[in-house]
């Protein structure tokens, strides 16, 4: 009744903004995303009579029940687990993430990705990978992306009960291993405002949120294309539109969700110049301040190269498209 | 045949940001800003024989003929001038502003302001306020409000030849004195890309315009009542969300415009602290990366000292309700 996996975070191409069901974590829009090689989440879980109440320790923290970070994220897909799969048994969780958590760099997506594949193993549930990423949905949206490798597809699905609502792989790391995201950390502080809480605020209040929905069925289309063509113009230059599309409905916002700090600004205006002059890079900002810049494998060291020297940046990642979640044999207890 | 004239510049609570026509200069929205007090535009306009060709000379800068800057937008009022007015003498005009153009500081407000005001005292053309409004939209649409002191409306209109779309005085400076701006200067360079042109790409490709245009009257009413009840809190609430909103537009039009640089995000973050702290102030922010902050006479210096310590900032002018433009003894030439 133990396992561990290990899953890759994801950066989006085309956001994940706004729920139609709160309960069942489904989307207001389909999304898709690159799995990133290298920032990943290794966690154990084991149940066992022994714990006589759940305990999670992540980065070496402890939480459990009563705690607002643990009931509404790890406490939630729990319960989740114990009314789908039968389970009584309480257990216990340890999770490392290997970069810095809630700070816009999806530290939830690989989590619960990997903790799904996990409670999987030691359960010995049987779940499929489309199952898969349906159980890690219910503890983090993004994480439904992360079941899988390379290029991946959330999609919005219709039914209310949520069960065409699970990933697609839309390309395997190998079909495009060039494609390139130069991570530029910003600031390794913790978000004042989680995505849960600012998507929803975003939905209720933003006049902008409407136009946002109207036209991201148009970026799937046109982000599946250019990934099956290996269109990097394509890819990035929509995926940079999507992105100042969903920071657009962000800051208006009441009360506005502003993301972006000094350093952001820097980097925005630095890629922007930088593509005047001929090196193709595209900016993409999440729900936080970092700013993660897509290029191709010949230009990534250099662009890295160029960031490191900006005030604000405090780190520097390149990542490119990472495997599938797994299980792995190296227990964390 | 030669006049001088001062005009304040205005900074917009609700902002103008795209037109119904172009020629005409006749926006989709109509807009409310107040006049700034010190931030002007001092003009000499001078109709004689003796010039064979129409002169600008903007801040020591020769313009004329055949320069894009000059027949854009002087070049073009003096069309205007011409064939409203009956008037075939070229002429010769002089206008310095005391703080940096073209940087979303509106100085070009202030200076079709002032020389809408001297071409009428210099050829005795006898127009009233609401006239020399409309003549100065001809000029810059912002213009239209700086003919007014105080707090300042400038009415879209619905007809198709703009005879209804002019300014009016909400309120005289002197209504509300305790109002203030701290306008703190994050670049003198001027900026890449001009309202005019960024505006009109904006209606054109921006998925966000629609909602602008949607949320806007509502903003008006709001604002309208907020400078008549004094209500500062209602004022700024307004006037920071309205920005918001308008940047929204900006940085989703295709190619994105993205005015904020570093300097402009500090700002806005220690804005959202402060008022946090309860230190009441609002930020807006033009067509630039300039901050202007909202406050009470009140805490108007501390504001000041504080901007005056962020790294980028390199002037902070605090400004409050000025005068109306009007006419001026001192000749520039």
Same mark, same amino acid.
């Given at each position: 009744? %133990?396992?561990?996996?290990?899953?890759?975070?994801?950066?989006?191409?085309?956001?994940?903004?706004?729920?139609?069901?709160?309960?069942?974590?489904?989307?207001?829009?389909?999304?898709?995303?690159?799995?990133?090689?290298?920032?990943?989440?290794?966690?154990?879980?084991?149940?066992?009579?022994? /714990?006589?109440?759940?305990?999670?320790?992540?980065?070496?923290?402890?939480?459990?029940?009563?705690?607002?970070? /643990?009931?509404?994220?790890?406490?939630?897909?729990?319960? $989740? !687990?114990?009314?789908?799969? #039968?389970?009584?048994?309480?257990?216990?969780?340890?999770?490392?993430?290997?970069?810095?958590?809630?700070?816009?760099?999806?530290?939830?997506?690989?989590?619960?990705?990997?903790?799904? !594949?996990?409670?999987?193993?030691?359960?010995?549930?049987?779940?499929?990978?489309?199952?898969?990423?349906?159980?890690?949905?219910?503890?983090?949206?993004?994480?439904?992306?992360?079941? /899988?490798?390379?290029?991946?597809?959330?999609?919005?699905?219709?039914?209310?009960?949520?069960?065409?609502?699970?990933?697609?792989?839309?390309?395997?790391?190998?079909?495009?291993?060039?494609?390139?995201?130069?991570?530029?950390?910003?600031?390794?502080?913790?978000?004042?405002?989680?995505?849960?809480?600012?998507?929803?605020?975003?939905?209720?209040?933003?006049?902008?949120?409407?136009?946002?929905?109207?036209?991201?069925?148009?970026?799937?289309?046109?982000?599946?294309?250019?990934?099956?063509?290996? #269109?990097?113009?394509? $890819?990035?230059?929509?995926?940079?539109?999507?992105?100042?599309?969903?920071?657009?409905?962000?800051?208006?916002?009441?009360?506005?969700?502003? /993301?972006?700090?000094?350093?952001?600004?820097?980097?925005?205006?630095? $890629?922007?110049?930088?593509?005047?002059?001929?090196?193709?890079?595209?900016?993409?900002?999440?729900?936080?301040?970092? !700013? %993660?810049?897509?290029?191709?494998?010949?230009?990534?060291?250099?662009?890295?190269?160029?960031?490191?020297?900006?005030?604000?940046?405090?780190?520097?990642?390149?990542?490119?498209?990472?495997? #599938?979640? %797994?299980?792995?044999?190296?227990?964390?207890?």
């Amino acid at each position: 009744m %133990k396992a561990s996996a290990i899953a890759n975070a994801n950066i989006a191409l085309v956001k994940y903004w706004g729920k139609r069901n709160k309960e069942l974590m489904l989307p207001n829009n389909g999304s898709i995303s690159m799995t990133t090689a290298g920032l990943n989440a290794h966690t154990t879980v084991e149940f066992d009579e022994k /714990y006589k109440e759940d305990i999670l320790i992540l980065n070496g923290k402890e939480y459990k029940k009563g705690m607002e970070e /643990y009931d509404d994220y790890v406490g939630k897909f729990l319960s $989740v !687990v114990r009314q789908n799969y #039968d389970v009584n048994l309480r257990c216990k969780i340890v999770s490392n993430n290997n970069f810095p958590t809630a700070a816009g760099l999806a530290s939830s997506a690989a989590g619960f990705a990997a903790l799904a !594949v996990a409670v999987n193993e030691a359960l010995q549930l049987g779940l499929d990978k489309k199952e898969l990423s349906m159980l890690a949905r219910r503890g983090s949206g993004s994480a439904t992306r992360s079941i /899988y490798g390379g290029f991946v597809e959330w999609k919005r699905g219709s039914r209310e009960d949520g069960t065409d609502s699970y990933a697609e792989q839309i390309a395997k790391p190998e079909y495009w291993p060039e494609f390139r995201m130069v991570v530029c950390v910003t600031t390794k502080e913790a978000k004042k405002i989680k995505s849960r809480a600012g998507m929803a605020q975003t939905v209720k209040t933003s006049p902008m949120y409407k136009a946002w929905l109207e036209t991201v069925d148009e970026d799937l289309r046109a982000v599946r294309e250019g990934i099956l063509k290996r #269109d990097f113009t394509l $890819v990035g230059q929509t995926a940079e539109h999507n992105c100042l599309k969903m920071h657009a409905t962000m800051i208006t916002t009441k009360p506005s969700i502003i /993301y972006w700090n000094a350093g952001t600004m820097d980097i925005i205006h630095a $890629v922007l110049e930088w593509r005047d002059e001929g090196l193709e890079c595209y900016f993409t900002i999440d729900a936080g301040p970092q !700013v %993660k810049i897509l290029c191709l494998e010949k230009d990534a060291k250099e662009i890295a190269e160029r960031v490191k020297e900006f005030p604000h940046v405090e780190d520097v990642i390149i990542t490119y498209p990472g495997e #599938d979640a %797994k299980v792995v044999d190296k227990h964390l207890f």
